[in-house]
């Protein structure tokens, strides 16, 4: 069995992702998977998945590829101080 690349590492992070989305609508999904990967990974990590999900191949989940290639359409079903590091703790909890 050979090593994954640094791309099917990539593909892999963005279909658990999309799992994750799987059970809003799909427009929400998109969009859940659209902001959580500007939100979270490097330029230069959604650069590499950019140029490499859309070949023939990857194995990239039909909703993640949609994230990367399209301008979503809805809004991401995770409320913002959940999804954007620069907005932690800013109503992130539900707690007291």
Known sequence: ???MTSDQKLV???????TFF????DDEAVAGIHKHIVAFWTPKMRHALVAFGP?????????????ITEKPQAESPVRAATRDPALQGAGASDAG
Do not use: F, V
Request: glycine residues 8%; charged residues 15%; aromatic residues 4%.
């Open 22 to 25: 799987r059970s809003y609508p």
């Open 1 to 3: 069995m050979s090593a």
């Open 55 to 67: 070949t023939e191949g990857s194995g990239l989940d039909p909703l993640a590829l949609q994230a």
């Open 12 to 18: 892999r992070m963005a279909n658990q992702i999309a």
